[in-house]
């Protein structure tokens, strides 16, 4: 569990979103509660509005929800999540993510609750850059990076320079986090001792936590990128399960999910998400929310599906920014105190009002300026909608 969530809310109890409720009765009626929305500058205080919660219709004795029927997910979610902050199950994710659209502001509004209540009002902001790019032997369906595939994307690695110039770049935009990525399996020995110089070149002028992801890692190279000093390391499962050999033939979920365990035994942060809009299932989706519960890392990254040309995922349609914005808050209640961070493909998917809708629906961090190969919303963009939100910028988790 990242502890410093707990710490945060504890310091922000009046951020605590939820100022009225009212108990239900057998009855079924609309209940009014308060949720914030945002800090608005020119008035000086957070806003409040009022917001219609839907009581359960099935309850029982005393309001006790009969077994036998189903209750109103959103109202199970603010007793369980909120109130207690234990996450959802797969089943009760599903359900989130079954919600009709009508239901979507109320859905955000809940995970934006649960997310100031159990996690507090900062946010973390990362940079990313490619060390090496291109001609992975991997066949992941929806990278550009594979060698594999017949994308534009060419082999090509960055100079030690050129990695302190971003890393400065980066930490000038208030970043807290400088991610170093390399298009590989897993890494070699050329590739180790790179990024050792890398991060010792970027240590000796820049004030800025590193974290590495760079494929599979052996048991002695987990150890040795824990001497480096990376405090986080970021592998993504990418997918349930369940779907996993659909995206991916050349290695198995089981290989990722040792990589992750190796990482937190060695005392590293744990950074692991994926990509939705790969054609996996609404089930599939709650699976893969349950996978990262049980895993429990220190940090989510959300990928929405941006499909790169040449890749056998290069024809799919970009997720619906209904279905997106769903998954984000069914996400945030099946990890209420997770790092949730927005991460490649939310310009194309949800647009710069579905990154203010996502922000106030349950994220708490992001990826400024570029990613990989794709552009990303320009970084001054996302540090004004924080400064407008007053969401202040920190590292959480761990400290520089």
Not at 204 to 229: F, K
Request: aromatic fraction near 6%; hydrophobic fraction near 40%; charge should be negative.
């Amino acid at each position: 569990m990242p502890t410093s969530c707990w710490a945060r809310a504890d310091r922000y109890p009046s951020l605590n979103t939820v100022l009225v409720r009212a108990a239900y009765s057998l009855r079924p009626r609309t209940i009014t509660a308060f949720r914030t929305l945002g800090y608005d500058k020119d008035v000086g205080e957070y806003l409040v509005t009022q917001a219609p919660i839907r009581p359960t219709t099935d309850a029982g004795q005393h309001g006790v929800p009969d077994p036998d029927n189903l209750a109103d997910i959103l109202a199970e979610a603010r007793q369980q999540v909120l109130e207690r902050g234990e996450g959802l199950n797969q089943d009760q994710v599903l359900r989130v993510l079954q919600l009709p659209d009508e239901r979507l502001e109320e859905l955000l509004g809940l995970a934006h609750e649960v997310r100031m209540r159990w996690c507090g009002p900062e946010v973390e902001v990362e940079g990313i850059i490619s060390l090496k790019t291109g001609g992975c032997p991997e066949d992941c369906h929806f990278c550009s990076q594979s060698g594999l595939f017949s994308s534009p994307v060419r082999s090509a690695w960055l100079d030690i320079p050129s990695l302190v110039e971003a890393a400065k770049q980066t930490a000038k935009t208030g970043a807290t986090e400088f991610c170093i990525v390399a298009a590989v399996r897993g890494p070699d020995d050329r590739l180790l001792a790179q990024v050792a110089a890398g991060i010792e070149a970027i240590r000796n002028e820049v004030e800025i936590n590193i974290a590495c992801s760079l494929g599979m890692l052996s048991a002695q190279q987990v150890e040795q990128l824990s001497a480096m000093g990376v405090h986080r390391y970021n592998h993504n499962l990418e997918t349930a399960r369940s779907y996993f050999t659909k995206v991916v033939t050349t290695h198995t979920w089981e290989e990722r999910w040792q990589t992750l365990t190796m990482v937190r035994d060695a005392g590293m942060e744990v950074c692991c998400g994926g990509i939705l809009g790969m054609g996996e299932t609404v089930e599939q989706r709650a699976e893969f929310a349950a996978n990262l519960a049980e895993l429990n890392p220190d940090e989510v990254p959300l990928n929405f599906l941006n499909p790169r040309p040449g890749t056998p995922f290069g024809d799919l349609e970009v997720l619906p920014v209904s279905e997106a914005l769903k998954a984000v808050g069914a996400f945030r209640l099946a990890l209420p105190r997770t790092m949730l961070r927005f991460a490649g493909g939310r310009e194309i998917t949800l647009g710069d009002l579905g990154a203010r809708r996502g922000i106030l629906g349950g994220i708490n961090a992001v990826i400024v300026g570029n990613y990989l190969t794709t552009l990303g919303r320009p970084a001054e963009a996302d540090l004004q909608l924080l400064d407008d939100l007053q969401m202040p910028i920190k590292a959480l988790n761990a400290t520089l």
